[in-house]
């Protein structure tokens, strides 16, 4: 049953069977979570997450590999027609907001704020071998090399990092160390005083003692991502929703139903929880009639990340 918002999980019973579940790191936490919640009432029940980043889990659910696919980022034209061809449909639902971080080294002691066009002028393709101390950033800053860590190519935060700090979704410097998994960039930056990085939000709140976050200035004054900041606009442009998207065809399986039902109902406990900022009520609202009524589609017209779209005013206009 469908309960609005509150903490709940049906008791209906399944013969033994699988939820198939992958794709971003940075909803793994959320979905993990929802998952656990399940497993305690549907024992019968397998549910796997794996993380594959945004893109990876895109292309194995565009095959038709798995249920559901966890997204930092709307799904781009390029999976939409990867998904026509299979004959796969999709429902998108938004589970989260979330802040991308940007961070340091805790023995880092100059930097205190970082303006968007100094984050370009350290990523954009062109800095490669030429952008790699510190001091060329702002000349106080010290002459030590620059240690850069960040999700990979099939991340949806490097799309929408990319997107909103370089002005084009995949435009950047490749020598940087990458990784799908956010806890190999957390060792990284916690490892090297000349670090700089950036993942999701829920992996700083989860490793606060060992990273040092750094605040945006985007002409308005240093703002740090939090709850209030994430939800009011003001750290930007590096806030976007994130989502799961659920195959229609396994949405008519009675187990998969639930799951997501599930999602939608505890999303935001669960995502205040693991660091993230819970959606509000209307948005939910409007997500659960998207998944009940089985409208499939992205309300973001299948064009990727939109830096700066309320997704609240997207659902509210369908």
Not at 126 to 134: D, P, S
Not at 255 to 272: D, G, H, M, P, W
Not at 275 to 303: C, E, H, I, M, Q
Request: some cysteine; aromatic content about 10%; overall charge negative.
């Amino acid at each position: 049953m469908l309960v609005a918002f509150g903490f709940v999980i049906g008791t209906r019973s399944f013969a033994a069977s699988y939820i198939k579940v992958d794709g971003s790191s940075t909803v793994y936490p959320i979905t993990e979570a929802v998952a656990e919640e399940f497993a305690k009432v549907h024992k019968d029940v397998r549910v796997t997450v794996g993380i594959s980043g945004t893109g990876g889990g895109f292309k194995k659910f565009c095959r038709g590999e798995t249920d559901i696919s966890d997204a930092s980022r709307p799904i781009k034209p390029s999976e939409v027609e990867l998904c026509q061809q299979s004959g796969i449909e999709y429902i998108e639902i938004p589970v989260a907001y979330d802040g991308l971080a940007v961070m340091v080294n805790p023995k880092n002691t100059w930097v205190d704020y970082m303006t968007p066009a100094e984050l370009k002028k350290i990523w954009e393709p062109e800095a490669q071998g030429v952008i790699t101390r510190w001091n060329q950033v702002r000349p106080q800053w010290p002459n030590e090399e620059i240690a850069l860590f960040g999700p990979g190519t099939d991340s949806g935060t490097f799309d929408y990092f990319t997107d909103a700090i370089n002005g084009k979704e995949g435009a950047s410097r490749g020598d940087f160390t990458s990784s799908e998994d956010d806890n190999v960039l957390v060792y990284g930056i916690a490892g090297n005083k000349n670090a700089l990085g950036f993942f999701g939000l829920a992996y700083y709140e989860e490793n606060k003692d060992k990273l040092k976050l750094i605040p945006i200035n985007n002409g308005n004054g240093p703002v740090l991502p939090s709850e209030a900041t994430v939800n009011n606009g003001t750290y930007q442009p590096l806030s976007r929703p994130i989502f799961i998207y659920v195959s229609a065809q396994a949405a008519q399986k009675p187990e998969v139903k639930s799951f997501v039902e599930c999602y939608i109902n505890n999303t935001a406990k669960l995502s205040r929880e693991v660091g993230y900022v819970d959606l509000p009520g209307d948005v939910l609202t409007s997500a659960s009639k998207r998944f009940t009524t089985g409208k499939t589609g992205s309300v973001f017209a299948g064009k990727g990340s939109q830096i700066g779209v309320s997704i609240a005013d997207l659902m509210a206009k369908e």
